[in-house]
């Protein structure tokens, strides 16, 4: 169940990565004006911007839900041994042998 709190969390980390683009452009045009080599951006805009995804992160897998396992066997451990053999997605009915051998 998604609560609000999550969707802030997404909200808030979605701000942070667009300010963190905003202030990369800015950084990058400063250089220019000042006709220096572009080599990293700086420390504080790296760290808000690693911020924001951890916060986006944090929101989406909480609001995601419940996970499925991972595991062959997984959805066939509620299925009766009588369900297993009987394999309907395999049957085809609708095929070219009616017009072969009709």
Not at 56 to 84: D, P, Q, R, T
Request: charged share 15%.
């Amino acid at each position: 169940m998604a609560t609000t709190s999550h969707k802030v969390c997404i909200i808030f980390g979605l701000i942070a990565l667009a300010h963190a683009a905003y202030s990369a452009a800015q950084h990058r045009a400063y250089l220019r004006l000042i006709e220096s080599d572009f080599t990293r951006l700086p420390l504080d805009i790296l760290l808000q911007c690693l911020l924001g995804l951890l916060v986006i992160c944090y929101g989406v897998v909480h609001i995601a839900g419940a996970f499925k396992e991972i595991k062959s066997s997984a959805e066939l451990e509620n299925k009766n041994w009588e369900m297993l053999s009987n394999r309907q997605s395999f049957c085809s009915f609708n095929h070219r042998g009616k017009a072969l051998f009709g």
